[in-house]
């Protein structure tokens, strides 16, 4: 098995004069459930849709399993499962007719096939749904058959794009635990999402940014990779606050966590200080002040936001970076 | 490329694909009913070619015993349906306000100038409207007066005097027969060859079998990539192993089964209920099978270009609405301008029905149609080369 199970290098797209993804260089390592973290338009489907061989790059490429993802498609095909955005199974077949067609198209042998449906029919809990109609199963059913047909060919690698959105909680779980299951199993899992409760769950993030990496690193080492702790203090009434403390100086941004105003600032204990001589807000009242952990929610609004007065300079948070090859064009933070 | 085309993929989709149809009753029921349907419509349709009970008006304003006897003779034909007005009505002209398409004016003193070696002509008012009706019509009155005319004559010659008789056999014979020669009709002995009892609904046959074909295959074709590309299944279908001959082999298979099934229900419903006869099965089956691959390569090629079904429909209606027209499914093709003759020859459907006629009407030998089976092979191969092209310019 080769060290990498994906590797992108240098890998664009542009539409026109639009550039969609620029320049991604980075590699994933078997096992990892690497989350691809971005708002809605960053570029995340466009590069799983290069990596898929759906779309050839406009430069650079990338590798699955050795495999170039454009000119060996068909071989690097083999190694991934794909789950689409939307759900894109035959509505008017059956659980089962689904299953066996995809297992068909991914040349599995018909012995073959008939155990591994089985096994992914008890996986994904649809034993009971074999004979409903795709079209007629609840969207978290839909998600885990999309799912189990990507894995029909038992590749290593599994593609997943938004894999959750929509999902009431029970069926995201219920999603989780069976690509932790995966991930177990030493499957490597390729995920895109915009929860950030998700990006906790996975080994490995990356962050794009208007077609860019801004961070790659696992959650944790994201977390470490601000200066300080964060602010977070309660006034009354919170909403007017919110409001005027984003406009003030020294102040990044102002965010809201369970009634209480989180702050991002350069130099919150110098703000704390300033404030409590002499607290700028007259009609709102000073309750307490708390120091707490960033989450992955902070660190999305610092990357995305370019608050990079918040993050240590000297962090290395680039899996790709530490590899080198092309590390100097893997823009590791802030590079807006 | 095709040598590893695999066989279990292809049936994969082929497969699935026939479920598509299977499970959209709709579709299926289209399917089942129409064909057999739209040949006894078509078929009775265009059962009988000549014209009967055309309204038409009549108005004699000469009544005398000879008229009288044109009218018997007139009113006996086919072609009319007579509607005698009295003599005092003026609006013959009016063929609309009277409802008919033609009108006939017997004026007075006809007869006496047929007696007085100063025929007058009979008016006749024609529809003309469709350019085909008023040659017809004035076809049926000239036959009719013909008619009139011999009986006339023969009533003359039976009642000449017998001096006339006894001067006439002093002619020298030679003369004498020339005179009887001229006093007959002259004729031809017509043997009509290839459709003898000149049944149009065989020469229609082919027709309608590809008409039916070509409209459904066609349609239903160009909607199985369309439906998948707006369902985005399309790009799930992409990332499986499947190669792009293999999805376009897969997909036509269903449809070119159902094709070939509704094939022989409509050559049945032909044979046993309008009595065509079918000659040569294996050539006809052959010329089906060709026209089939090439109307199914033709809607896979739309399909392929198509973002959606609405846009498949819409381009499958602009192709197959000249091809009704000019295909010579329905009319010959020989009395079309010489430009429009040529573009005919790329429909597929134009080579289907002339090799179609020229095996079941014609009985020809391969040699005749030859160049119309390599055509249509030539058609399937180039629309399944072009649309496994363009699915690859989707990839892209």
């Known amino acids: 098995m080769p060290d990498s199970v994906i590797v992108l290098n240098h890998l664009s797209k542009s539409f026109g004069a639009v550039d969609a993804v620029k320049d991604l260089s980075f590699s994933i390592a078997p096992g990892v459930i690497f989350g691809f973290l971005g708002a809605n338009g960053a570029g995340k489907t466009t590069t799983m849709r290069m990596l898929c061989g759906l779309t050839h790059p406009s430069s650079g490429n990338a590798a699955i399993m050795g495999h170039d993802v454009w000119k060996q498609r068909q071989r690097a095909r083999a190694c991934f499962g794909y789950v689409a955005q939307r759900f894109s199974l035959y509505p008017d077949l059956t659980v089962e007719e689904n299953f066996r067609f995809f297992g068909g198209a991914s040349r599995v042998a018909p012995a073959e096939l008939e155990k591994r449906m089985q096994r992914l029919l008890r996986y994904t809990d649809l034993i009971k749904k074999q004979n409903t109609p795709a079209g007629s199963l609840s969207g978290g059913m839909r998600q885990l058959l999309a799912v189990g047909c990507a894995l029909i060919h038992d590749p290593p690698l599994l593609f997943l794009d938004e894999p959750t959105s929509g999902l009431d909680p029970v069926h995201r779980q219920q999603i989780w635990d069976l690509l932790y299951d995966l991930s177990n199993e030493g499957k490597t899992i390729f995920v895109t999402t915009h929860y950030m409760d998700e990006a906790e769950r996975c080994t490995e993030v990356g962050f794009l940014e208007s077609g860019r990496l801004l961070a790659n690193a696992p959650p944790r080492d994201l977390k470490l990779s601000f200066r300080t702790k964060l602010l977070e203090l309660d006034v009354d009434p919170v909403m007017p606050a919110l409001v005027q403390f984003r406009t003030y100086p020294g102040v990044l941004g102002v965010s809201l966590r369970s009634g209480s105003l989180r702050i991002y600032a350069p130099d919150p204990e110098n703000l704390l200080a300033n404030w409590k001589k002499n607290w700028p807000a007259r009609d709102v009242r000073f309750l307490r002040e708390r120091w707490v952990e960033p989450d992955m929610e902070d660190v999305f609004t610092a990357y995305s936001q370019g608050y990079d007065s918040l993050l240590k300079s000297d962090g290395n948070h680039s899996v790709a970076a530490e590899k080198d090859d092309a590390a100097s064009a893997v823009p590791v933070k802030g590079v807006r | ?396």
């Open chain 2, 1 to 396: 490329m095709i040598g590893s085309l695999s066989f279990h993929a292809i049936g994969s989709v082929a497969y699935k694909e026939f479920l598509h149809i299977y499970r959209d009753r709709r579709i299926l029921l289209l399917l089942l009913i129409l064909p057999p349907l739209f040949t006894l419509l078509f078929g009775h349709a265009f059962e009988n070619a000549d014209r009967t009970d055309t309204p038409a008006l009549l108005i004699n304003r000469d009544p005398t015993p000879k008229t009288d006897r044109f009218i018997s003779i007139i009113t006996k034909n086919k072609t009319f349906k007579w509607r005698q007005e009295p003599a005092s009505k003026t609006d013959e002209a009016d063929l609309l306000g009277n409802h008919v398409q033609a009108s006939l004016v017997i004026p007075a003193g006809w007869s006496d100038s047929l007696a007085s070696g100063d025929p007058k002509p009979l008016p006749l008012y024609l529809d003309g409207a469709d350019t085909n009706t008023a040659d017809a019509l004035e076809g049926g009155v000239l036959k009719s007066l013909g008619d009139f005319q011999l009986g006339e004559r023969d009533q003359l010659v039976e009642n000449l005097p017998d001096v006339v008789i006894d001067l006439g056999r002093k002619l020298p014979v030679d003369v004498r027969k020339q005179f009887v020669s001229l006093m007959e009709t002259w004729s031809v002995k017509s043997i009509v060859l290839y459709n003898p009892k000149a049944r149009f609904i065989e020469y229609v046959t082919p027709g309608i079998i590809g008409l039916i074909l070509q409209l459904l295959t066609v349609t239903l074709m160009a909607c199985t990539i369309a439906r998948e590309r707006e369902a985005g299944t399309l790009y799930q279908l992409m990332v499986t192993s499947l190669k792009r001959g293999e999805i376009v082999i897969g997909k036509m298979l269903p449809y070119l089964v159902i094709s070939g099934f509704l094939i022989v229900i409509v050559t049945a419903v032909a044979g046993l209920h309008f009595k065509v006869p079918f000659h040569n099965y294996p050539m006809v089956a052959l010329i089906c099978l060709l026209f089939l691959l090439c109307s199914l390569g033709l809607g896979l090629l739309i399909s392929a270009f198509s973002k959606t079904q609405t846009q498949a429909i819409q381009f499958s209606v602009f192709f197959l609405l000249p091809v009704f027209v000019l295909s010579g499914a329905f009319a010959p093709l020989d009395q079309l301008p010489k430009v429009i003759r040529y573009f005919a020859e790329i429909f597929p459907l134009t080579h289907f029905c002339r090799a179609f006629r020229l095996v079941n009407m014609y009985r020809a030998g391969l040699g005749f149609y030859f160049v119309d089976l390599v055509v249509l092979a030539l058609g399937a191969l180039i629309t399944f080369v072009g649309a496994a092209f363009l699915l690859k310019r989707i990839e892209e």
